[in-house]
């Protein structure tokens, strides 16, 4: 049985706009070596996966934006894997769009890339900021769920391959990837006992549909969780992770374990999570920024080629654990 977990941080995302050079793959369920360019890519915007009540009790439609490879003549590959963003901003206000150019990239390199809304809002007033945050927290959740739901459903429409799926985020992005994998029911309902009373439960709001899904692996940059022990040797042996983080993160510390954002909330970063993978002899891949702050410092190249070549060692059953340090580029 996980324990809880204390919630994480407010943060903010990471807006990239550099290209990046090709990286491409070869063997298994994804593409043979050749760059799909910009006329192979298919886009479908705003595609509608749930409605839900958001934090002021208003009916909200939750959508999302999809980058598939199209079939070409010299592609055997039907199926493509698939990664799931979260974009970042707190909970507090940013937009999927802020993603665009990301999945259309990682689209390029045979994925089928996807970015959604999630419910954001929240009291930000410092005696109710602590719950609140809580409940933004538990919404995202929710609609991450249903977004994967939703594309489980249609995996034939959009061709993903769902042995192959893959979330990730940065900041409150990642959090919400790391929670939506890590956490489950009773942990929500051991800290509020009400939460799925009222909420409804993480499994099953947003939408309705039924189709099960299992996540393959997960990106995780400049995140953290309330306590790593939350993460059990099953978790790290099932789900191989991908990370980066700044030594000089003053939002999501990297390595302290007692830090915490406003002096309010306990949280524990990215070198943390990575020890605990290590422990467990879980995959794990960490990238340290030296004197990075909050966002990366690295080039949008670097990034989009580390999660692509991450998820596709992954599939192909060839993930190495282990660690680098980089220099911070502001």
């Given at each position: 049985?996980?324990?809880?977990?204390?919630?994480?941080?407010?943060?903010?995302?990471?807006?990239?706009?550099s290209?990046?050079?090709?990286?491409?793959?070869?063997?298994?369920?994804?593409?043979?070596?050749?760059?799909?360019?910009?006329n192979?890519?298919?886009?479908y915007?705003?595609?509608?996966?749930?409605?839900?009540?958001?934090?002021?009790?208003?009916?909200?439609t939750?959508?999302?934006?999809?980058?598939?490879p199209?079939?070409?003549?010299?592609?055997?590959?039907?199926?493509?894997?698939?990664?799931?963003?979260?974009?970042?901003g707190?909970?507090?206000?940013?937009?999927?769009?802020?993603?665009?150019?990301?999945?259309?990239?990682?689209?390029?390199?045979?994925?089928?890339?996807?970015?959604?809304?999630?419910?954001?809002?929240?009291?930000?007033?410092?005696?109710?900021?602590?719950?609140?945050?809580?409940?933004a927290?538990?919404?995202?959740?929710?609609?991450?769920?249903?977004?994967?739901?939703?594309?489980?459903?249609?995996?034939?429409?959009?061709?993903?391959?769902?042995?192959?799926?893959?979330?990730?985020?940065?900041?409150?992005?990642?959090?919400t990837?790391?929670?939506?994998?890590?956490?489950?029911?009773?942990?929500?309902?051991?800290?509020?006992?009400?939460?799925?009373k009222?909420?409804?439960?993480?499994?099953?709001?947003?939408?309705?549909?039924k189709?099960?899904?299992?996540v393959?692996g997960?990106?995780?940059?400049?995140?953290g969780?309330?306590?790593?022990?939350?993460?059990?040797?099953?978790?790290a042996?099932r789900?191989?992770?991908?990370?980066?983080?700044?030594?000089?993160?003053?939002?999501?510390?990297?390595?302290?374990?007692?830090?915490?954002y406003?002096?309010?909330?306990?949280?524990?970063?990215?070198y943390?999570?990575?020890?605990?993978?290590?422990?467990l002899?879980?995959?794990?891949q960490?990238?340290?920024?030296?004197?990075?702050?909050?966002?990366?410092?690295?080039?949008?190249?670097?990034?989009?080629?580390?999660?692509?070549?991450?998820?596709?060692?992954?599939?192909?059953?060839?993930?190495?654990?282990?660690e680098?340090?980089?220099?911070?580029?502001?």
């Amino acid at each position: 049985m996980k324990k809880y977990i204390p919630l994480n941080v407010l943060a903010f995302l990471l807006i990239a706009t550099s290209l990046f050079s090709q990286n491409n793959y070869s063997g298994g369920n994804i593409p043979q070596p050749f760059t799909y360019t910009e006329n192979g890519l298919k886009h479908y915007g705003n595609v509608v996966y749930g409605h839900a009540k958001d934090w002021k009790d208003y009916d909200v439609t939750l959508s999302m934006d999809i980058v598939c490879p199209r079939f070409l003549a010299n592609d055997s590959i039907k199926k493509h894997p698939v990664i799931l963003l979260l974009h970042g901003g707190g909970f507090v206000h940013s937009y999927k769009e802020n993603l665009r150019k990301e999945i259309e990239l990682i689209a390029r390199q045979g994925f089928v890339a996807v970015s959604i809304d999630y419910r954001e809002g929240l009291n930000q007033y410092p005696d109710k900021w602590d719950s609140t945050l809580y409940l933004a927290l538990y919404r995202a959740v929710q609609d991450t769920k249903a977004a994967l739901r939703f594309l489980a459903c249609n995996a034939s429409e959009y061709t993903i391959d769902t042995s192959s799926i893959f979330i990730g985020g940065a900041s409150s992005g990642a959090l919400t990837a790391l929670y939506s994998e890590y956490y489950i029911q009773a942990n929500w309902e051991n800290k509020f006992p009400w939460i799925g009373k009222y909420l409804g439960n993480t499994d099953s709001s947003t939408n309705t549909l039924k189709s099960a899904y299992s996540v393959k692996g997960i990106i995780d940059m400049w995140g953290g969780i309330g306590d790593t022990s939350s993460i059990s040797a099953s978790d790290a042996r099932r789900l191989p992770i991908l990370i980066f983080h700044g030594t000089a993160d003053t939002i999501v510390p990297y390595t302290s374990a007692d830090g915490h954002y406003r002096k309010m909330v306990p949280v524990q970063g990215g070198y943390l999570i990575a020890q605990r993978y290590k422990h467990l002899q879980g995959c794990y891949q960490l990238t340290t920024i030296a004197k990075g702050e909050h966002v990366s410092g690295l080039k949008t190249n670097y990034l989009i080629q580390q999660i692509t070549r991450f998820c596709e060692n992954v599939i192909q059953g060839d993930c190495t654990a282990g660690e680098i340090t980089l220099p911070f580029e502001p």
